[in-house]
């Protein structure tokens, strides 16, 4: 009788934790989830343009994002640039010493 009782507890928590539906917590199935910028606390004009840009158009918004972050790529490597020359480091003309 006690190897049966292990055997049926046993069984029980396992189906608990392989079947997620079966679980208290599961709750139903998103069926409609739409994630959206909350535009009504945004006062710039450039951050509203871009939320709402986010919310109607996103092909534009990758469009934007990808342009955007190619151009703040370029102006990381000239900074970094400027400031290697100003201290004196020259990776521009690299000497190839062979022994």
Not at 59 to 75: H, S
């Given at each position: 009788?006690?190897?049966?009782?292990?055997?049926?507890?046993?069984?029980?928590?396992?189906?608990?934790?392989?079947?997620?539906?079966?679980?208290?917590?599961?709750?139903?199935?998103?069926?409609?989830?739409?994630?959206?910028?909350?535009?009504?606390?945004?006062?710039s004009?450039?951050?509203?343009?871009?939320?709402?840009?986010?919310?109607?158009?996103?092909?534009?918004f990758?469009?934007?994002?990808?342009?955007?972050?190619?151009?703040?790529?370029?102006?990381?490597?000239?900074?970094?640039d400027?400031?290697?020359?100003?201290?004196?480091?020259?990776?521009?003309?690299?000497?190839?010493?062979?022994?």
């Amino acid at each position: 009788m006690l190897r049966r009782t292990f055997w049926v507890t046993g069984l029980t928590l396992l189906s608990g934790l392989l079947i997620p539906a079966l679980a208290l917590a599961a709750g139903g199935g998103a069926s409609e989830l739409v994630v959206v910028a909350d535009t009504r606390v945004i006062t710039s004009e450039v951050l509203k343009y871009f939320a709402d840009l986010y919310n109607f158009n996103p092909v534009l918004f990758a469009v934007w994002a990808v342009v955007l972050t190619a151009g703040y790529g370029c102006f990381l490597g000239v900074l970094m640039d400027f400031i290697m020359s100003r201290t004196g480091l020259d990776l521009k003309s690299r000497k190839i010493i062979e022994n």
